[in-house]
């Protein structure tokens, strides 16, 4: 499988520590323009830590994290402060500010970086990406109104309400059940789709993953041990892929499993 030659998101070689905890050993990983990428991987193994530098709230103490081809450790602040307006993130929580109505909540990034629009601009782009997530007419919803699954919803809208060209996730399942969780991933697909967002999804949910990912970049003690398409991962006969997707998944066959970059540890 080629490596992507206008990756929107590149990082070589980053190390990161903390103390004496090492939390990113050597990562190397072009993110594909237009497609949704899963980070998968046990818990402590840096994938939020990854998705910080590629925000720029972390930097590496060595190697590069390129996002739209700007260095986010060595850029100026006001360049740094471009990239982001370029990005959308969707947390763990939702992180919706429950004094705030369903619309106002997802206006909030439109009035800090779209200054420009008017109160009715803003209100109709609102209006119009709650239809893209299924939630039309809730824009003077209560927050504290809304179930766990409308709260993932309400946070996807905020996250593309501004347009960007790329989308990142923190555990975008986290607490939901079965079914809504299935309806979740099949709206970021359909988004991925109808918008042409690239798609970052830092996840625990292997199901998810496979519904929704077009690759699938696996971390483990701070380590990419394993990077390639969906089909290409899951069928990996890795020990340590094996062990942590376990055995019991009904997988569709691979394009070419050779083509997997699975390397040694």
């Not at 072009?30 to 709230?57: F, Y």
């Not at 607490?175 to 690239?198: N, V, Y």
């Not at 996840?203 to 519904?211: E, P, S, W």
Request: aromatic content about 4%.
């Amino acid at each position: 499988m080629a490596e992507p030659t206008d990756a929107p998101v590149r990082l070589v070689d980053v190390h990161k520590r903390f103390g004496t905890l090492t939390v990113l050993d050597g990562v190397s990983l072009d993110i594909p323009r237009g497609q949704t990428t899963a980070i998968i991987g046990p818990s402590g193994t840096g994938k939020s830590v990854l998705l910080k530098h590629i925000v720029g709230l972390i930097k590496p103490d060595a190697g590069e994290v390129s996002v739209f081809g700007t260095n986010m450790a060595t850029a100026p602040e006001r360049e740094v402060y471009a990239v982001r307006k370029r990005l959308g993130m969707l947390f763990q929580d939702g992180a919706l500010f429950d004094s705030f109505s369903t619309g106002e909540n997802i206006e909030f990034p439109l009035k800090q970086h779209h200054p420009e629009m008017s109160p009715a601009q803003r209100r109709a782009r609102v209006e119009e990406v709650l239809a893209m997530v299924e939630l039309p007419g809730l824009y003077d919803r209560p927050t504290p109104a809304l179930s766990g699954g409308q709260r993932k919803r309400v946070g996807l809208a905020r996250a593309i309400v501004t347009g960007p060209e790329l989308v990142l996730f923190d555990e975008p399942n986290s607490g939901l059940d079965p079914m809504t969780s299935d309806a979740i991933d099949a709206l970021i697909g359909h988004l991925k789709e109808t918008l042409g967002i690239t798609f970052v999804v830092i996840t625990h949910d292997i199901v998810g993953t496979i519904n929704v990912a077009d690759h699938i970049a696996m971390l483990y003690g701070g380590k990419l041990v394993a990077w390639g398409t969906c089909a290409e991962v899951t069928h990996s006969e890795h020990p340590i892929v094996r062990r942590f997707l376990g055995r019991n998944l009904i997988l569709p066959a691979p394009h070419d499993p050779a083509s997997a970059r699975l390397p040694s540890i």
